[in-house]
């Protein structure tokens, strides 16, 4: 016997004949009359009404699943805990302090990168785009 979707009832063989008998009958007429749109709603219809009267007539053609239900997945493995370092300040580079720099100009409003910075000192710059000295943030 095929298998079914796990959650749906398997049908023994009697109602599986008159199930495909009247699908194969009702597309036959269909094919011949050409009334495709409300003939398959009315096979559809049709289909679950017989159905119904033959799960009403004789329950014992309609089993159970048989399967036994699936056990459960065996609970995860508890998870290491995460430990973030506490953050160190950046290296200077070539002798500057890039941290204390700061986000934009307050001159021109241009942004204060590192690399594009004029070093002064080791901890001053000027502006790369209007030559200001820029002030520091305090360490």
Known sequence: M???????AKYARPWRSISSAVW????G???LWG????GILILVGLSLVLEA??????????????????????APAPAKP???????????INGHRADLL??????????ARASEVKWIGPQSAACGYCGSALPMKKS
Do not use: M, Y
């Not at 700061?102 to 942004?111: D, I, K, R, V």
């Open 102 to 111: 700061p986000a934009t100009c307050p001159n021109c409003g241009g942004p």
């Open 24 to 27: 194969l009958i009702g597309l």
């Open 53 to 74: 009267v033959w799960q009403g007539a004789a329950p014992q053609t309609f089993e159970e699943n048989p399967e036994p239900p699936l056990a459960p997945p065996p």
């Open 2 to 8: 095929p298998k079914f979707h796990r959650h749906r």
């Open 29 to 31: 007429i269909l094919f």
């Open 82 to 92: 995460i430990v973030i370092a506490p953050a160190s300040p950046p290296p200077a």
């Open 35 to 38: 009334h495709w749109w409300p």
